[in-house]
């Protein structure tokens, strides 16, 4: 069965500073990985996903992920960390035929001036 | 961008009484799916709809809990006798058939029961 946990349910870092948000999966098949966001009453945005191929993904405003098969990771990161980037992360994995999500419990994004 | 579009934003209902929770999915899609959000916890998933019938669903997804394309639209999910614990934000989700995971959410239905 698939299973999803993000280390770290809050993460709080500087404007300008280097993002990570970790995600570790596990899966008996090939994983399809996601990460969305959720911001404050809002509903769930797809940052990237990774399904097959290159191994790192790069998704909408500026987030990357790498998906590592020896460590069962696809942490998240961005380079500099903007104010608009405070929310809330979902890791995700893909299950069964009929292509549910698994998520994780999410992490919590805190981006301080 | 099509969106996925669900009524209400905002429920509130009395503990016992059902509750009828509305999403128009993108027009072409084919595959639907309700999850839920319950406050400070993972989003998880109810339900998956697919050529008019369940094809999976959860154990959260109880006699309590069904679901209906009833007008080849709208996609609901009604829950009969609501419990305080069914207090939760509810996401509809649609996808096409040639996109395994290229889910589409709605932007939520946050269900509070008194």
């Known amino acids: 069965a698939q299973s999803v946990t993000q280390l770290g349910s809050h993460v709080s870092v500087s404007e300008g500073a280097l993002v990570l948000l970790r995600c570790n999966y596990s899966s008996s098949v090939p994983p399809y990985l996601f990460w969305y966001v959720q911001y404050p009453n809002q509903g769930l945005q797809l940052l990237l996903k990774?399904?097959?191929?290159a191994t790192l993904v790069k998704g909408i405003n500026g987030f990357e992920a790498e998906f590592k098969k020896s460590e069962t990771s696809f942490h998240l990161t961005k380079p500099s960390a903007h104010m608009s980037d405070a929310a809330e992360y979902f890791c995700?994995?893909?299950?069964?035929?009929?292509?549910?999500?698994?998520w994780g419990l999410g992490t919590s994004l805190a981006v301080n001036p | 961008e099509p969106e996925v579009t669900q009524t209400p934003s905002h429920q509130v209902t009395q503990m016992g009484q059902e509750v009828i929770l509305r999403c128009v999915p993108i027009?072409?899609?084919?595959?639907f799916y309700w999850y839920r959000q319950i406050l400070g916890q993972k989003v998880e998933f109810l339900v998956s709809f697919y050529n008019n019938e369940i094809s999976e669903k959860s154990e959260i997804f109880d006699d309590q809990f069904s679901v209906e394309r009833p007008d080849g639209s709208n996609f609901t999910l009604k829950i009969r006798s609501t419990k305080l614990e069914d207090s939760a934000m509810y996401f509809c989700?649609?996808?096409?058939?040639?996109?395994?995971?290229?889910?589409?959410f709605g932007s939520g239905t946050r269900l509070t029961v008194v």
């Open positions: 990774y399904t097959t191929g």
């Open positions: 027009s072409n899609h084919l595959y």
């Open positions: 989700a649609s996808r096409d058939k040639g996109q395994p995971y290229g889910y589409t």
């Open positions: 995700a994995v893909g299950a069964g035929n009929n292509r549910k999500l698994i």
